[in-house]
């Protein structure tokens, strides 16, 4: 299998388990805001962890 199918299905996975996805962001980043510098990964996680857990009630567990 190509390495293509890999990144898909790698990319697939942690959108189910709601892991982010340091790559699309960047990719994003540099498409529609050039004129920002994306941040590190390890600040882009801590980002995305934060907002994921700091609204206790929008999650049923």
Sequence with gaps: MSSGFWARLAA????????PDYAAY?????????????MCERDFVAERLNARYEKPGSRCC
């Design 12 to 19: 697939t996975v942690r959108r189910i388990i709601g892991a």
């Design 26 to 38: 960047v990719a994003h980043v540099r498409a529609h805001h050039p004129e920002r510098e994306p």
